[in-house]
């Protein structure tokens, strides 16, 4: 732990602290000089930026505008915050940190324009210099501003027992069951209006489908999770067999869905009041997950990537024990039995949830290995083995017993075949008469001539399984061989299906933001006959008009907040905290992040249901980016059991 000693006031009302075994001076007031100079920098940064002279387009708009004005004064004033007084570890992450998301900036802008930000390669790159530099003035007066407050709380006393104190105060007995019900009695405020506006549920995306395999003629398959499947076919029978009726059977799944993600919501927040973060914080990441009308109508939602968040959102938090406090946590079975029923089914609510866990649990155990915590790495195989085992006898080998069909591989190829669809729309004299032929075969012609840039789901759709089983080989080497040749569109489709995860200045999308009245709502696809019966019509229409038309995008904070890419950035910033801070064990959850949204790049587009997860999840990457943790004496950051 690093040590902080206070030292005398200097000349100037400046303050001296000892970090790190530098004296490092926090002055109080910049001189007038240098906030001229912070002033003319940050203007030119933003000249080359928005003028027209060095990208085709501005990047933050108008140069000679209000709008820009204040940029350049806010950038100004976080320039200062990160350089004066200079630290060479702060000003490292935060170009570190700033270079990535100015990349990101400047890439995705092209791509949401659909057009070269290109005037010449010299020009760009000093653009490229300028953004980056103004996001790392941002990242670096946020490391300043969340380490300032530190700084101070070490110069009382030690952060473990202070924190610990402030624990105690915060954990008399039944407080917390007391802030979960109070959080839970709220969220129930907002969703049961919710609920009777969209009454029975929002009846869309696979679960069509889905009752056709147990209800109708469609064979059962793993397609889509089993689990998933039979808890929603089950509520649509028990509300047959109970009250006559497949509506009250999607009620019921209604119900017991919003109930479980509003217990899970406030279980997170309760667990972030543990660890010292403020009202103010806790009331605000409240209003983020159950009063955001997003959040609140996909509650009601018949899509599987709901009930993946929440477990998703549960393993992610106790990650943070287990990586702080891995000798605790083990002793502790009743959370190490928690933390592992979590990973078992967030793998089987979706079928990359198990790619996720064994990335984070892998490179955390290699990590500990290196770090001396060997027996530690035994305990995380032995947790990680038998978790992988039990998904793998659900996934496997009981559906088979059950008759269910493997789902069709081709869902992990959305890439690749989006690749060569382009190139043979696109670049077609690149490929030869053999390769041509080939294509053709493995995907349906009609397939092909549907291609469309932002969505690989047209093409997917006439893609033959069976003719890439018969030489799995030859379908690699025509790819690599083509990819070869033309390298510069693979990669442009490539960012072009997934910008969207990863640029957060526009929105990237294919259909509505939410299917809000249902989807395969045809009689041939319909075959329970499920409709919108709304017993609060003026809300319906409200919340259909919110979500098909995301209004909150002419607000400027919102519009970055409620974006698909702001969990990246916000894991960025965490990640890049940790680093700084040299909490490196906080690092390591991040990976879970990290790695569902890497899946995420393979899709086969950018939808707001596949990055729920990520937005679940803000709240918690919030509190450790800026920085609040209780810690127990002797160990890193456990909270106290509840």
């Not at 940064?45 to 501005?58: E, I, N």
């Not at 398959?221 to 039979?230: G, Q």
């Not at 959102?313 to 039995?337: I, N, Q, S, V, Y």
């Not at 974006?563 to 991040?590: D, G, K």
């Amino acid at each position: 732990m690093q040590e902080y000693a206070a030292k005398p006031k200097a000349a100037g009302g400046g303050e001296e602290m000892e970090h790190a075994g530098k004296n490092v001076k926090y002055e109080g007031r910049a001189s007038g000089r240098q906030r001229l100079c912070f002033l003319a920098l940050a203007a030119a940064l933003f000249a080359v930026a928005d003028s027209g002279r060095f990208l085709a387009v501005p990047v933050y708009g108008e140069l000679f505008s209000l709008r820009t004005a204040g940029l350049v004064l806010v950038t100004a004033f976080c320039l200062r915050l990160a350089l004066a007084p200079f630290e060479a570890r702060r000003v490292v992450c935060g170009a570190v940190c700033g270079f990535l998301m100015g990349l990101m900036t400047l890439l995705g802008l092209g791509y949401s324009l659909n057009r070269s930000l290109l005037i010449t390669p010299w020009r760009y790159a000093a653009a490229l210099a300028a953004v980056s530099v103004i996001d790392a003035a941002f990242v670096g007066a946020f490391l300043r501003l969340t380490d300032r407050g530190r700084d101070r709380e070490r110069v009382e006393g030690s952060l473990p027992e202070a924190g610990f104190n402030r624990a105690k105060r915060l954990g008399r007995p039944g407080d917390g069951l007391r802030l979960w019900l109070l959080l839970t009695f709220l969220t129930g405020c907002v969703y049961v209006p919710v609920f009777l506006a969209v009454y029975p549920g929002v009846y869309s995306y696979d679960a069509s489908v889905q009752v056709l395999q147990c209800f109708g003629g469609l064979p059962l398959s793993t397609h889509h999770p089993l689990l998933h499947t039979w808890f929603l076919c089950g509520c649509l029978k028990a509300g047959l067999v109970w009250f006559g009726s497949a509506q009250a059977g999607l009620a019921l799944h209604s119900v017991l869905q919003s109930a479980f993600v509003g217990g899970v919501f406030s279980a997170v927040l309760c667990r972030m009041r543990r660890r010292s973060a403020p009202r103010l914080f806790l009331a605000l990441s409240w209003l983020f997950l159950a009063a955001n009308p997003y959040l609140a109508v996909f509650s009601f939602v018949t899509t599987k990537d709901v009930l993946f968040g929440a477990f998703f959102l549960l393993t992610f938090d106790m990650a943070f024990d287990m990586t702080a406090c891995p000798e605790g946590f083990f002793a502790d079975w009743g959370r190490t039995a928690l933390l592992w029923v979590c990973v078992l089914f967030m793998c089987l609510f979706r079928n990359q949830g198990i790619y996720v866990a064994l990335f984070f649990f892998c490179l955390t155990g290699l990590c500990w290995i290196r770090r001396g915590r060997g027996a530690q790495a035994k305990r995380l195989a032995v947790f990680t083995l038998t978790a992988a085992a039990a998904w793998y006898a659900l996934s496997g080998p009981v559906p088979a017993l059950l008759g269910a069909e493997r789902g069709d591989m081709r869902e992990m190829l959305s890439v690749p075949m989006q690749q060569l669809a382009r190139v043979y729309h696109e670049a077609p004299d690149t490929l030869d008469g053999e390769e041509r032929a080939y294509l053709e075969e493995l995907i349906d012609v009609r397939a092909l001539n549907s291609y469309v840039r932002v969505n690989a789901d047209p093409v997917k759709s006439g893609f033959r399984t069976e003719v890439l089983k018969e030489d799995p080989g030859r379908f690699l080497k025509v790819w690599a061989a083509v990819g070869l040749r033309v390298p510069r569109i693979y990669l442009d489709s490539f960012f072009m299906g997934n910008w969207g995860y990863w640029y957060p200045g526009a929105s990237q999308y294919w259909i509505s933001y939410i299917l809000f009245d249902g989807a395969f709502m045809e009689a041939d696809w319909n075959l329970l006959g499920i409709r919108r019966d709304s017993r609060l019509p003026v809300l319906e229409e409200w919340l259909r008009r919110v979500t098909l038309t995301p209004a909150f995008e002419s607000v400027p904070v919102l519009r970055f907040l409620f974006n698909q890419a702001f969990p990246f950035w916000l894991a960025l910033l965490s990640l890049t905290a940790a680093v700084y801070r040299r909490r490196f064990e906080e690092a390591l959850p991040l990976l879970l992040v990290i790695g569902y949204w890497g899946t995420l790049l393979l899709g086969p587009v950018t939808n707001l249901r596949y990055a729920l997860p990520l937005i679940y999840s803000v709240p918690v990457m919030a509190g450790r980016a800026i920085g609040w943790q209780t810690k127990r004496p002797g160990c890193s950051s456990l909270p106290d059991p509840e």
